[in-house]
């Protein structure tokens, strides 16, 4: 258990649905950060929000959409998927602003059909 | 894009064996570091290097930052069954630009 939860933790969804993945960090961090990973790929680093303003997108396509209404939770909002955006996605947060210190949620497992 | 070449990709060994795996890398980074993920759950940090030829343990892991800042390696000794997993390493640096790569993962499987 690392103090970062994530809901919920499998998903399938179709290309026309819309729907949000959900992480709650109960650390007091004050960044967090979305990652994807596929299979047999690096993880990639998707968004970071530090004090719960965004400052990374590593050229995420719009269907992907962030919020971060304050420091303990982070959204992502998903619309119009492809099949290829099927992976796992992780939440991670750090103590004190960006850092290679992270703590990992358990991750959500998309399936897109 | 960067990308950190970790090898090898998979590994079967007998318990009680050691383990060996490098990561190298075409940049230079000022952080490495190393997680371990079990199955159905996100990696979790292991070990954390600073600095050039620095060599870190953590029980039975011992890790390397190479002089070039371009690689890192970790060593398992006296594996056990639950090592089991993929073992990650990741460049952080945050002079400038914020980079933070990780590898394509060891997995290692552990033979009782």
């Known amino acids: 258990e690392t103090g970062v939860t994530q809901t919920p933790r499998h998903l399938v969804m179709g290309m026309t649905n819309k729907k949000s993945l959900k992480c709650e960090q109960h650390?007091?961090?004050?960044?967090m950060y979305w990652y994807k990973q596929s299979a047999k790929k690096p993880l990639e680093l998707m968004f970071v929000?530090?004090?719960?303003?965004?400052?990374e997108n590593n050229s995420v396509p719009s269907r992907f959409s962030p919020e971060c209404p304050n420091s303990s939770h982070l959204f992502l909002h998903l619309h119009t998927l492809q099949p290829e955006d099927s992976a796992l996605y992780l939440c991670?947060?750090?103590?004190?602003?960006?850092?290679?210190?992270?703590?990992f949620g358990p991750g959500t497992r998309l399936t897109v059909t | 894009g960067q990308q950190l070449n970790q090898s090898p990709q998979s590994m079967f060994i007998q318990e009680g064996e050691d383990v060996s795996m490098n990561c190298t890398s075409s940049s230079i980074f000022n952080t490495w570091l190393w997680y371990k993920q079990d199955p159905g759950e996100g990696p979790v940090l292991l070990i954390a290097?600073?600095?050039?030829?620095e060599l870190t343990s953590n029980g039975r892991l011992t890790a390397q930052f190479g002089i070039t800042r371009k690689d890192s390696f970790l060593n398992i000794s006296a594996s056990i069954p639950s090592d089991v997993g993929i073992y990650f390493c990741a460049g952080f640096t945050s002079s400038g630009t914020y980079k933070y790569i990780f590898g394509t993962g060891t997995r290692l499987k552990v033979l009782a």
């Open positions: 650390l007091g961090h004050n960044a």
């Open positions: 929000y530090n004090f719960k303003e965004q400052t």
């Open positions: 290097l600073y600095k050039a030829g």
């Open positions: 991670a947060s750090s103590p004190t602003g960006i850092s290679y210190e992270q703590y």
